[in-house]
Each structure stands twice: as C-alpha cells, then as structure tokens.
C-alpha cells in the first residue's frame, strides 16, 4: 500500500530559528511529485514546496527547502528564518497510484512559532 | 474568480438530511478534486473530474455520496441521508489539465465544514 507518514504531530520553533518537518513514504510509483502543503487555521489549503522525484536536486523555495532521500524514501521540509505567520498545519503528500487527483495526505504537523 | 470558491463555509444538518455542497473552480481549470478532512485528520480524496467527466470516484466512501459537474465548472457534492460520521470539512481543488502526473499545484477552496447531529 502507499503511505505518507509524518511522525511528528507538534512541533515549535522559536521564532527567525530553523526547524525540520519529517515525512517517509511509500511508493511502487517510479515517476512522481512529493509536496508539502501548508493549512493555516482558515483551512485553505497552500502550496509550500514541490519536488519532483526524477530531479536529485532538493527543491528551494525562498526560505524553504526540502531534503529528498529518494531511495531512502524520506522527504522532509526545512523552513529557515520563520516567521510568526509560519504557524500552520503542515501536510506532506504523495502519490496514491491511483489517477492523478487521488493523492495521500499525512495526518500533519501542527507547527508553532514563537516570538 | 480569483481563487477558488465553496459554499456554505458551514453546515449543519440533521441525521438523515440530505445536503448539497457547491464548488466554484478557478476560471479554465480542467481538474476539480473533493477532498473529506475529518478532525485531525489529513484530506482524503473522493473524487476527480476532468471537464464534466467524473474519471475517478474510488474514494466517495459510500453510495449516499454523488458528485456532479454537469457544465465542466461548477461542482455538486451531494450527500444522501446524512449520517454523524459524515461530519467534516469537505476541501475542493482545482488545477489546469494534468498529464499522466498529478497536477503541479492543486488550488485548494477553504471548505464547508459539515456537522451532523
């Protein structure tokens, strides 16, 4: 079966620090996306980062970055310098093997920030 | 629109009521997604449409639930004879037209909460 697994349920970080969200998962996919989805408590759901499995090279947006260990099958998420507005539900995600829409969720880390 | 539109945000019914749950996608979005996220939970999918066709429906838990998007837009989540373990926050997505991968960035509406009683 595919799984998405986040083994943290809480985190916090002290705010402009760094903190490292973990995710292992589980695919017979051999091509694929892996993403991270942040949900803030007006339950939009938001696009964080994106990694594209073919690619060695970890994904970077701005202040956040990924650590893609393909055959290790771990995707964890770094977010540098936080901020306040960091505080969020975050989501790791990956493919079903299902159609295209059919993605898994993890349960998700609820990440605190503190001033 | 701008973003993607749900309505209502909230809802409440009684055991046995049937509900009706609208999605607005993005203008010219081809995919439409509904997600169910139970407390604490992370978004489970239910279903897929590309235009009107309903490609993917192995998720919809049980046949009291349809979904419809008759024109290629606007999307219907119905749920027939609501029952408590129905209660959630039902997410819709939309994105531009996927290959054999899933969409680069789904854009997600922020949800109608049901609530059965």
């Known amino acids: 079966a595919q799984t998405v697994t986040q083994s943290q349920p809480e985190m916090s970080v002290q705010e402009a620090e760094t903190v490292t969200l973990s995710c292992t998962y589980d695919t017979s996919e051999s091509d694929y996306y892996l993403f991270w989805y942040k949900q803030p408590p007006s339950r939009q759901m938001i696009l964080v980062i994106r990694?594209?499995?073919?690619?060695?090279q970890n994904a970077t947006e701005n202040r956040f970055s990924v650590n893609f260990q393909k055959a290790a099958k771990s995707f964890s998420l770094k977010i540098s310098d936080s901020q306040l507005g960091d505080a969020a539900m975050y989501f790791c995600t990956g493919p079903s093997g299902g159609s295209q829409g059919n993605l898994i969720f993890g349960k998700g880390t609820k990440l605190s920030v503190k001033p | 629109g701008a973003g993607v539109s749900q309505s209502p945000r909230y809802k409440v019914a009684k055991r046995g009521q049937d509900v009706a749950l609208r999605c607005d996608p993005i203008?010219?979005?081809?995919?439409l997604f509904w997600y169910q996220q139970a407390l604490g939970q992370g978004p489970e999918f239910l279903t897929y449409f590309q235009n009107e066709a309903q490609l993917d429906k192995s998720g919809l838990p049980s046949d009291r639930f349809f979904a419809e998007r008759p024109e290629g837009s606007v999307s219907t989540l119905k749920i027939q004879r609501t029952q408590q373990e129905d209660s959630a926050v039902y997410l819709c997505?939309?994105?531009?037209?996927?290959?054999?991968?899933?969409?680069?960035?789904?854009?997600f509406g922020s949800g109608t909460q049901l609530s059965v009683l």
């Open positions: 990694q594209e499995a073919y690619k060695q």
């Open positions: 203008s010219g979005h081809v995919s």
């Open positions: 997505a939309s994105s531009e037209l996927t290959g054999y991968l899933p969409p680069e960035k789904l854009f």
